[in-house]
């Protein structure tokens, strides 16, 4: 165990390990699905942890960097799974598949709207009232998408085309990573930061607040869309009740479980959280007793989660990982 | 010499309390200036009104020209405003030198796209921040303590941190509530000491809230004394020392 550890201590600190690690996955996620390396089913697996570290990292900017809570990141998820299937089941079928990134881009790009549009009205709220009203939110984006009978209502949409494959849900893997690490070791990343710390003392040292929760919304709600849209073009058929509470529960199990404030943690949580869910299809019914229950005692035991505010080095920038060495 | 901070005929009212009633007083560039007063005095209260935590019910506080009743917080830190809390309010999940950094980032100019792309110009100015704040807590002798959480810190440097932070806003005005507060008495000579290093090193006029006597009356250029929410004197050490109104404020009135 001790041994595994150093081992991974190592691996962290090696400057190489990560584009070696990251060049060997891609071309990894075009070879397994052209040669039928793993099954279809593994191959699923894969893509649902792709997609889940989208949406765990997305909303660990917002809950555990900025210390709110968001629980409407469903809706923002499904804005982004509507305007995309949008685009390529009415507007542009005949789009060629290299070009999946744009209608993936125009769903986050809708999402971060709806971001941007809940941060701005409800900027003054903390907490629980902030809590509430992403609550709102997530009803209203629910109830508007039934009522609408372009994009099917309640019965959602159908024949949307299979166009998420392992390659484009480890690219947008990286991306979101890589832009998320960006912002979070940036001035915006610190003020984010110090308001989660003392909103007060944050603005007596001339954070901008009202500006930083903008961002953080924005950006989060764009990954949550980018989530969205890659999992409607797996799954190929989406519906307004796809994108409900319990939707926004996992990706608080994912936060929680993996940790809060940190990118590493993100990942990890996603990880188990899809491999346990899968494993306990199995179980029928006792599923929904078993993720509550490692919820409760992850909140009694430890409320932070596995990683809890700790980062592998490899999700630090250069010039940050070369300080905390020194 | 002129006046750097007017605070003009100003009234805070919470409900029907008037914890602030038409107080006006103004602070010389390049002075170390104390307010004074009993405790609910008023003093934190015109500290948050000055540094837009709370808005004026009436009167108006110009800073270098310009009116700051009304601006939000931020912007006032930004025109120059630096100030610490009665309870230190550091970001104490941080290390030390993610706190001054904050601080520091107002003078950083990067746009989100800039930082979510990691551009050049963002690089630069990290690594700006970054030496910069350094060399801002080694001044402060806080330098071998810049990787610890804030929040580890012992309650003396704690507060000490809290005034590099707001020096790392570059303010020209520096408001201090209560600097000496749980300090001994030699810990308080220590940091008379200190705040005129501060004072001369930066170029900072000092504004600051003390129950200290010994640290006000040997650092103050001129003090305004508040009972009541309303100001009751003003004037050098020597003639606040002999006010016989202050004496009352502090010790109550004989009952003749």
């Known amino acids: ?57 997305s909303l660990n900017l917002v809950n555990g960097y900025m210390g709110e809570f968001s629980v409407g990141h469903a809706g923002f998820m499904s804005l982004g799974a509507y305007a995309s299937a949008v685009l390529t089941v009415k507007l542009l079928p005949d789009l060629p598949d ?48 039934e009522n609408i009978p372009y994009v099917g209502g309640p019965r959602g949409m159908l ?30 990343g610190r003020a984010i930061a110090a308001i989660r710390e003392d909103e007060i003392a944050a603005n007596s040292m001339g954070v901008r607040v009202r500006e930083a929760k903008i961002l953080a919304f924005s950006v989060s709600a764009f990954f949550a869309g980018v989530a969205g849209a890659l999992l409607a073009h797996l799954l190929v058929f989406i519906n307004p ?60 035991f430890r409320p932070k989660g596995i990683m ?19 | 010499m002129s006046a750097l901070l007017e605070v003009r005929n100003v009234s805070r009212h919470f409900g029907g309390l008037k914890a602030i009633s038409e107080c006006g007083f103004s602070v010389t560039e390049g002075h170390a200036h104390g307010i004074i007063g009993p405790n609910g005095a008023g003093k934190t209260t015109l500290f948050n009104l000055i540094t837009g935590i709370y808005k004026p019910t009436s009167g108006e506080i110009v800073f270098a020209g310009d009116r700051l009743d009304g601006l939000r917080p931020s912007r ?18 941080l290390t030390v030198l993610e706190n001054v950094r904050i601080a520091y980032d107002s003078q950083l100019h990067y746009s989100p796209l800039e930082a979510l792309l990691t551009l050049p110009r963002m690089g630069r100015n990290e690594a700006e921040s ?5 060399a801002l807590l080694e001044a402060f002798g806080l330098g071998a303590l810049s990787e610890s959480l804030a929040g580890d810190l012992p309650y003396g440097l704690q507060r000490k ?55 006000v009356m040997g650092l103050c250029d001129r003090i305004t004394v508040l009972d009541f929410g309303q100001k009751i004197a003003e004037g050098t050490p020597e003639e606040i020392r002999g006010n016989k109104r202050v004496i009352e404020a502090y010790l109550g009135a004989d009952e003749e």
Do not use: C
């Open chain 1, 1 to 57: 165990m001790a041994a595994m550890a150093a081992f991974f201590k190592k691996l962290g600190a090696n400057r190489y390990a990560l584009p070696v690690l990251l060049a060997v996955g891609f071309v990894l996620s075009l070879v397994i699905p052209q040669y039928g390396l793993l099954n279809g089913y593994v191959q699923f697996v894969l893509i649902m942890i792709g997609i889940n570290i989208i949406l765990s990292a």
């Open chain 1, 98 to 145: 290299a070009f999946f990134f744009l209608p993936v881009i125009v769903g986050g790009l809708v999402a971060a709207l709806a971001g941007f549009l809940l941060a701005l009205l409800s900027f003054k709220t903390r907490g629980d009232y902030l809590a509430i009203i992403t609550l709102a939110f997530l009803m209203i984006v629910k109830s508007a998408l």
């Open chain 1, 159 to 188: 024949g949307i085309p299979k166009l998420t494959t392992m390659a484009w849900a480890f690219f947008w893997v990286v991306v979101t990573i890589w832009v998320l690490r960006n912002l979070l070791y940036s001035k915006f």
């Open chain 1, 241 to 300: 009740s796809s994108f409900d509470i319990l939707k926004s529960t996992e990706m608080l199990v994912m936060v929680y479980l993996g940790g809060i404030g940190s990118l590493a943690g993100s990942i990890l949580g996603a990880v188990i959280y899809t491999l346990l869910s899968n494993w306990l299809q199995d179980f029928g019914t006792w599923r929904m007793v078993i993720m509550p229950l490692i919820l409760v005692l992850l909140m009694l």
């Open chain 1, 308 to 326: 809890g505010f700790r980062e592998l080095p490899w999700f630090l920038p250069k010039r940050e990982a070369r300080r905390k060495d020194s």
């Open chain 2, 76 to 93: 006032i830190a930004l025109k120059g405003i630096g100030r610490t809390f009665q309870n230190i309010r550091l970001f104490k999940q």
């Open chain 2, 130 to 134: 970054i030496a910069k704040s350094s």
């Open chain 2, 161 to 215: 941190l809290e005034i590099a932070r707001a020096i790392a806003l570059n303010p020209r005005l520096l408001l201090l509530d209560e600097p000496a507060a749980g300090l001994n008495s030699g810990e308080t000579a220590a940091l008379t000491e200190f705040l005129r290093w501060v004072r001369t090193e930066y170029k900072v006029t000092l504004l600051l809230i003390e129950h200290h006597m010994h640290l």
